[in-house]
């Protein structure tokens, strides 16, 4: 059974920090790309981070460019997200998501994707 289980969110101070990891069972996650999304309420799920399984790229959404960085540890199995710099707008469930696009001899392309619980991040003013 697969399973990615978020931890590190909390409650902290506008211009605190915290750690983000989410850590994989029954797959390797060097082998997929993974994304750090967060939904606030009454807001859409948003992406604002992710890491490419092909070169360890990383992008980033403008609105935590500079604050919040992404890597990973494949000893660990786990994807980090630190996170500096909070404010009260970063405030939302953070969810991460990993995803592998595998090829058969064929040509066929399957998708395979995984979802973790998500982890509260509340930022206070």
């Known amino acids: 059974e697969v399973q990615l289980v978020e931890s590190g969110g909390g409650l902290v101070q506008a211009g605190g920090s915290l750690r983000l990891s989410c850590a994989a069972s029954g797959i390797t996650f060097g082998d997929y790309s993974v994304g750090w999304f967060r939904q606030a309420p009454g807001k859409e799920r948003e992406k604002i981070a992710c890491?490419?399984?092909?070169?360890?790229?990383?992008n980033y959404a403008e609105s935590v460019k500079g604050r919040f960085t992404i890597a990973g540890d494949n000893a660990k199995n786990t994807v980090f997200l630190q996170m500096n710099n909070l404010r009260p707008e970063d405030t939302a469930k953070y969810y991460c998501?990993?995803?592998?696009?595998?090829?058969?001899?064929?040509?066929?392309?399957?998708?395979?994707?995984?979802w973790g619980q998500g982890t509260q991040v509340t930022v206070s003013s």
């Open positions: 998501w990993g995803v592998r696009v595998a090829t058969t001899p064929q040509g066929d392309e399957y998708e395979y994707d995984y």
């Open positions: 890491i490419s399984s092909h070169d360890g790229s990383t």
